[in-house]
């Protein structure tokens, strides 16, 4: 024995030396950082000192630190009562007495912040924890929110926990003895291997960030669920641990505001809007003028990604929404720097470097999608260089996917994640391969889908092409510049669809200059012919259809030529319609016959029907009624036999007019009502159900049913978003003809044949509207009410005389 140094009996009850003292100030620092999930450089940059000295004395290297040192600790750690007591008396050399657990003053859990949106996640993982035992992981890209759920989740679970609810968080580089020590700490147990006494009750352990220090985590915790099975751990991680038995629990975005919110009392109501407004009034309150606009699409690009709001919020002291928008909305990755501790870029770069490289590749390539994307579409872009299936597994595991929804549609990357994996890609000179890949996936799936935009699968296959807009948009423009053939091919199947979203003329405009490009002339002479045909098409949309009918004309030379009998039947549909158009019945009626015999020798039953459809017109136009008659039941048993539901619909319609051309009103009246009940059942769009409304409202005026006639008035006009139905001694010149037919026979039979003139003068005012048709039957009307009969009666037979129309026998009739 050494003198002066004590021996072993003099040391009972004394304090113990410099190096055991800094071991236990270490363990206390490191589990209070823990439970105040802070980092080492978080803590160091919170309290002022530097990351070496905190390290310092984490690691017990430093023994007896200044006072001023522990007082900025303290105060950065956030401790009171008998935490601070004990950690000042850590610090001199003493060994305090760690609070029981559950004590609000110790190592209880810290208080959760405000959570936005977040109820039913924090509902369903509380029934989860009370029914599943063992690990469960919350796992999302940094700064989603899994700490803030797991903590709300841990406090609301308590209650459930006899052997209390503690929380730590993993630092980086943590061994697992570190671990334990913590745990030790917060148990409020001496030593390690007395764990598995203390954990006989059941116990709910958080631990944040367990992927800092993955190895350490999954030995202690492997552990302690060996031999402590009531025990519950919830973590958190940016991935999966690949523990046996751990439940994985994915944390997604916060759920974004609609475009259309105008107030920031509607902002308030949506959680990702409601946190950026949160944390915008802790740096400054917004005004009462606010651009809630800009606001909306600024929290809409941030993706709901709690930590971009966040980070944007504070930029809130200087800029408005609009300013953050229009500084940072096309470089997301440099929200952050400068006082805050990361930026978006260091979110996801920690995230992207947890992949194998080809996962990272995957990522690359799938920024090129707009929005959102199918497993299926992925596949193609991709091709064999990965399996698509495990890299979307560990992408969305990651939170570098989010999965929205439950069609096939339901993959999207945060334009956060886009833009980096954009510019990943750009890095390694992958983006023009990756765009020209695109192109040709996006004209593969127009060209599968396009045939079934018809019929009665039309409202189906447009939604898969207003699904993918983004894309199909993008693809054609840079296709237009790098590989103008590919963007034919893509544009040439798009002519329906543009049609049908009323995007004609710009269509037109596409496809005219795709087959102006010298680099297209020897393109697929199919091709080209399926674009000339879509370029008449769409011309015809905005009565331009004369101007391209040589292109019609030469696109039906080229099918025929080749016996492509699809492209011949559609361009001889088109034909008929812009002949039919301009005046040109007699060849409009040689393009439909000519269809009608193709079709028929062909087998093709639709296209038969169709075709009948189409040429009732022309029996009408001549009066012959009876031709008319035989085709509508041709159409009717075609259109069965094909279960086009719609057309069947359309020939009971059809029907209903040619039995009131015959004078047959009332049954013209019921075969309306049945049409319109048949066109509901085919959920037609509302434009053929108020024609059909209108020729039952018309039936009826004729036969003298007054009421039933101007009910249907009414709610026609109601579907026009027109005014109401009232007694007036004018008309209005731009009214549908339909209305204005029914207002006038209601005046006439009624005898005010005055006011019926001037209804029937306004149903013949064609200006690029009514049927030639519907012209004539209102200048025969006008004919018989009109003071100036001789003048309608000439505007009638030059009409007559110029178009081939015939008047049927009831007209004449009422002409005399």
Not at 281 to 304: K, T, Y
Not at 449 to 471: E, K
Request: hydrophobic share 45%; charged share 25%.
């Amino acid at each position: 024995m050494t003198p002066g140094h004590p021996g072993p009996a003099e040391s009972v009850g004394a304090e113990p030396d410099a190096a055991d003292a800094a071991a236990t100030f270490g363990v206390l620092l490191r589990a209070h950082r823990h439970a105040a999930r802070l980092t080492q450089s978080e803590l160091a940059a919170r309290s002022g000192l530097g990351v070496r000295t905190v390290r310092d004395l984490e690691h017990g290297r430093a023994a007896r630190p200044q006072r001023t040192t522990i007082e900025l600790l303290a105060t950065a750690l956030g401790l009171t009562g008998r935490a601070v007591t004990d950690f000042y008396a850590a610090a001199r050399g003493h060994l305090p007495q760690p609070p029981a657990p559950g004590r609000p003053d110790g190592y209880a859990l810290p208080t959760p912040p405000e959570l936005f949106g977040r109820e039913e996640e924090v509902a369903a993982l509380l029934t989860h924890l009370g029914t599943q035992p063992g690990l469960t992981t919350l796992v999302g890209l940094a700064g989603v929110g899994k700490s803030a759920l797991a903590l709300t989740a841990a406090h609301a679970a308590r209650p459930r926990f006899p052997g209390g609810a503690v929380a730590i968080s993993v630092a980086a580089g943590d061994a697992a003895a570190d671990i334990r020590e913590v745990l030790c700490a917060v148990l409020d147990v001496a030593r390690p291997a007395d764990l598995p006494v203390r954990l006989r009750e059941p116990v709910l352990l958080m631990m944040d960030a367990a992927d800092r220090s993955p190895e350490a985590f999954t030995e202690v915790l492997a552990d302690l669920l060996a031999t402590a099975p009531t025990l519950r751990v919830l973590a958190s991680a940016r991935a999966p641990l690949g523990l046996p038995g751990e439940r994985v629990w994915p944390v997604g975005p916060l759920a974004l505001p609609p475009a259309g919110i105008a107030t920031l009392a509607e902002a308030e109501e949506h959680p990702a809007s409601a946190l950026f407004l949160a944390r915008w009034r802790q740096v400054r309150r917004p005004s009462a003028d606010v651009e809630v606009s800009a606001l909306v699409a600024l929290v809409r690009r941030l993706g709901g990604l709690p930590l971009a709001i966040e980070l944007a919020a504070a930029r809130g002291r200087v800029l408005d929404p609009a300013e953050m928008l229009a500084r940072y909305g096309h470089r997301l990755l440099e929200l952050g720097g400068a006082d805050d501790l990361v930026t978006l870029r260091d979110v996801v770069t920690a995230s992207y470097r947890l992949l194998e490289p080809r996962q990272r590749m995957a990522l690359r390539s799938l920024s090129v999608f707009g929005y959102r994307w199918s497993i299926e579409l992925a596949e193609e872009l991709i091709g064999q260089r990965v399996d698509v299936v495990p890299a979307l597994e560990r992408l969305v595991d990651l939170g570098l996917v989010q999965v929205r929804g439950s069609g096939a549609l339901r993959f999207v990357l945060l334009d956060v994640v886009r833009e980096f994996a954009a510019e990943q890609a750009a890095a390694a000179g992958e983006t023009e391969q990756i765009r020209d890949r695109h192109a040709e996936v996006f004209a593969d799936f127009a060209d599968r889908n396009a045939p079934a935009m018809a019929g009665a699968t039309l409202a189906a296959a447009v939604a898969r092409f207003d699904d993918v807009a983004s894309d199909l948009w993008s693809a054609l423009s840079y296709a237009a510049e790098h590989d103008p053939v590919t963007a034919l091919r893509l544009a040439a199947k798009l002519p329906r669809w543009w049609r049908f979203r009323g995007r004609d003329q710009q269509g037109r405009q596409w496809l005219r200059r795709l087959l102006d490009d010298p680099r297209t002339a020897d393109a697929d002479p199919q091709l080209r012919a399926w674009a000339d045909l879509g370029v008449m098409q769409l011309a015809a949309e905005h009565g331009a259809g004369q101007a391209e009918l040589p292109r019609g004309e030469q696109a039906l030379a080229s099918f025929v030529l080749v016996g492509d009998i699809a492209g011949e039947l559609a361009a001889r549909g088109v034909l008929q319609a812009v002949q039919q158009a301009v005046g040109a019945f007699d060849e409009a009626r040689r393009h439909g016959e000519a269809t009608l015999a193709l079709a028929t020798r062909t087998g093709r039953v639709r296209d038969m029907a169709i075709a009948q459809n189409n040429l009732i017109w022309h029996d009408l136009r001549n009066a012959d009624l009876a031709a008319a008659q035989r085709r509508l039941a041709a159409v009717e048993r075609l259109a069965a036999r094909s279960g086009e539901h719609e057309l069947r619909a359309l020939a009971r319609a059809n029907l209903a007019e040619v039995l009131r051309l015959e004078g047959r009103f009332d049954e013209s009246a019921r075969a309306g009502l049945q049409a319109v009940e048949m066109l509901a059942e085919a959920g037609d769009p509302s434009i053929h159900r108020r024609r059909v409304l209108g020729v039952v409202g018309l039936s009826y005026a004729l036969d003298k049913r007054l009421p039933e006639a101007e009910k249907l008035l009414a709610e026609i006009r109601a579907q026009l978003g027109g005014p109401p139905v009232a007694e007036s001694d004018s008309a209005e010149p731009g009214e549908d003809w339909h209305c204005a037919m029914i207002e006038a026979t209601l005046a006439e039979q009624r005898g005010h044949r005055t006011l019926a003139a001037a209804w029937y003068a306004a149903a013949a005012r064609r200006d690029g509207g009514p049927d030639l048709r519907d012209v004539a039957e209102a200048l025969v009307g006008l004919v018989r009410t009109g003071a100036d009969q001789e003048e309608a009666l000439s505007r009638l037979w030059r009409l007559c005389e110029s178009s081939g129309i015939v008047l049927t026998e009831w007209q004449r009739a009422q002409i005399g």
